[in-house]
């Protein structure tokens, strides 16, 4: 129970923090946050444990958004159902898909997730009588206030987190990891590796279509562009991955709140500081510095995820160790 | 009759400036083990360069000489600082490498939108829109040209790879890495050359493409999808795959367009990977054994 006592008393806090905080921009921030530790960790159980780096988790994401989208546009049902049944759609496009592929090893199997998403990207495209093709779908949000919103996403993260943990404590998780650690030497003690590498795919294609379906019912909007889209969606997924840390269960939580603050940084501007500073002093460079900041915001998340590969391979939370030395060598012994 | 000819003509031509591009990848492929997401982005980069010297009234077939050399360097400096490091991190997934090439893709393609903007540009010469009759199949002038200066390249390649003692140890270092470091080959230098080679391959298909197609930051990403589609059709690190794999991408692509529609042309790409995965993993390289 003791160990439970930071990451509990981090959930009560998030749980706590739209009573203070009631700017809906904050608000928002934080909903993708909680979106995004959910895709993060399930990210993670297939690339960080049981070593299947995927390039394609936009293809769930989609999968789950479209689920929602098209039960609303074609059945007149709520978006909600969507929540429900996001998460096997994608289980549905995603074990044939596994059955298939996971013949191939390592690269092959990046190469094959990133063209299951381009195909399911064209096809939503092309099929436009059935998914809108490039138009999209629209729908009109349920709520007008973000804390119900807030509240569901917060829950979805924290059930993701606690089913990882779950998983990765349960048998099939040292399987995953020894999968993850030698493939052949899983065989050959007796462990069926393409269905432990289909159980793992399959709960990382559930969560991260759970999180679609959320998407669409949050934002109101998607078209094949949005949820398809390889840099916002699946490169992100791998960076929460592993700035957090792979192979560790709070790893994505922490990549997650670092990835979507610093990308939102580099798109206001560091939250409109240097406007702000320009505005105050009446430099017309500062102001500058700022306009060009903001222009150049996928510049700066794209430095950043070639600084993070170099400086922490990792992750945050996977060399803590290391920190925590660089740190405390730099500081001063006092 | 005429319709499929024409088709056919337009398929091969296409096919051999996707060698060119697939060349590259696969010997970065071979030799280093890894896939190089960023390789459409350093083709579009080419393009740009050639743009840029099309202001000055260069033509695009001699500013292949400028943006060769440049983006010989860039691929030497990205494989050495960037790359290179990262053999040595102690890390839990084997795809950092990978994972970085997209970064650097990501940060080429906003350097050049922060600099030229999104907006489609031309390269328009002379020769852009002029066509010659063979019977009754157009050819376009640009692509033939093109696509003659591509065999050219691909045979000096070849011809490198086989008589010169770089293109030996390059061999030797995509067959057996330890090996080659046993006999002496500097395996080191010879990623950083070869990855340098590569993106000078690509930069030369993005000088040939120029004049032929429109020119904006978000090219790369769908060249690097064909880059790697060919490079699996043709089996990796195999040469002579990557120039029956870029022929074959480009006929499957252009008979899709006629026979199928426009829109189906990517798709029709993806499915021949997803089969020649399935159905013939290793690619042509299983057939040919070269």
Avoid at chain 1, 144 to 155: T, W
Avoid at chain 2, 159 to 166: A, E, N, Q, S
Wanted: proline share 3%; net charge neutral; glycine share 12%.
């Amino acid at each position: 129970m003791k160990k439970n006592l930071l990451p509990l008393a981090v959930v009560a806090l998030i749980a706590a923090l739209p009573l203070v905080l009631k700017d809906n921009y904050y608000l928002h921030l934080m909903i993708l946050f909680l979106m995004w530790v959910v895709i993060g960790s399930a990210w993670n159980l297939i690339a960080g444990y049981t070593g299947q780096v995927s390039f394609g988790d936009a293809a769930f994401f989609g999968c789950g958004a479209y689920t929602a989208g098209l039960l609303a546009t074609h059945l007149g049902v709520s978006t909600w159902w969507g929540l429900a049944l996001g998460g096997f759609t994608a289980i549905a496009v995603g074990l044939p898909f596994g059955w298939i592929c996971f013949r191939m090893r390592g690269a092959y199997f990046a190469l094959a997730t990133l063209a299951l998403n381009e195909v399911l990207r064209h096809v939503a495209t092309i099929a436009e009588k059935f998914t809108g093709g490039m138009v999209g779908i629209l729908i009109m949000p349920s709520f007008m206030s973000k804390v119900p919103y807030y509240y569901i996403a917060l829950a979805m993260a924290v059930a993701s987190l606690a089913s990882l943990q779950w998983v990765v404590r349960s048998k099939p998780g040292y399987y995953f990891v020894s999968i993850r650690e030698d493939q052949d030497a899983a065989e050959s003690l007796g462990i069926d590796t393409h269905l432990y590498k289909m159980l793992s795919l399959a709960y990382a294609a559930f969560w991260t279509g759970i999180a679609g379906a959320l998407y669409m019912n949050y934002m109101g909007f998607i078209d094949p562009h949005v949820v398809f889209n390889l840099h916002d969606i699946s490169i992100m997924a791998i960076l929460v991955g592993i700035v957090g840390g792979v192979g560790t269960v709070y790893g994505p939580a922490v990549g997650a709140f670092v990835m979507v603050t610093v990308q939102e940084m580099f798109r206001s501007g560091f939250f409109g500081l240097f406007k702000w500073l320009g505005d105050v002093s009446g430099s017309a460079s500062l102001v500058k510095v700022a306009e060009v900041l903001t222009q150049a915001h996928v510049l700066g998340f794209g430095i950043l995820v070639v600084l993070v590969i170099l400086v922490l391979p990792n992750g945050i939370v996977g060399d803590w160790g290391k920190i925590k030395r660089g740190v405390f060598r730099i500081k001063p012994a006092s | 009759m005429d319709v499929f000819l024409q088709t056919l003509v337009a398929g091969v031509l296409k096919g051999g400036l996707y060698a060119l591009i697939g060349i590259g990848m696969t010997l970065i492929m071979g030799v280093m083990g890894i896939i190089n997401l960023t390789h459409g982005q350093l083709m579009m980069l080419a393009m740009y360069v050639t743009y840029v010297l099309n202001t000055m009234g260069v033509d695009p077939y001699i500013s292949l000489f400028v943006a060769m050399p440049l983006l010989f360097l860039l691929g030497v400096a990205i494989q050495k600082y960037l790359l290179n490091p990262l053999i040595k991190a102690d890390t839990i997934l084997p795809e950092n490498q990978v994972l970085m090439t997209v970064g650097i893709g990501m940060v080429l393609t906003e350097i050049v939108r922060f600099k030229f903007t999104s907006d489609y540009k031309y390269i328009t010469t002379t020769y852009s829109n002029q066509t010659f009759f063979l019977g009754e199949i157009s050819f376009s002038m640009a692509l033939v040209i093109a696509f003659g200066i591509a065999l050219a390249f691909t045979a000096a390649m070849f011809w490198f790879l086989i008589k010169t003692d770089l293109g030996r140890s390059i061999r030797a270092t995509a067959q057996d890495k330890d090996a080659a470091t046993l006999m002496g080959v500097n395996t080191g230098r010879i990623t950083v050359i070869t990855f340098g080679l590569g993106a000078g391959l690509v930069a030369a298909a993005g000088c040939l493409l120029a004049p032929v197609y429109y020119i904006f930051p978000d090219l790369g990403g769908p060249f690097t999808a064909k880059a790697f589609i060919i490079t699996i059709l043709g089996g990796l690190g195999s040469t002579v795959g990557a120039i029956f794999g870029g022929v074959t991408l480009g006929l499957a692509e252009s008979m899709g367009a006629t026979y199928f529609g426009m829109e189906y042309e990517d798709i029709i790409g993806l499915t021949i990977f997803v089969l020649v995965l399935l159905f013939l993993p290793g690619g042509f390289k299983r057939l040919t054994k070269v």
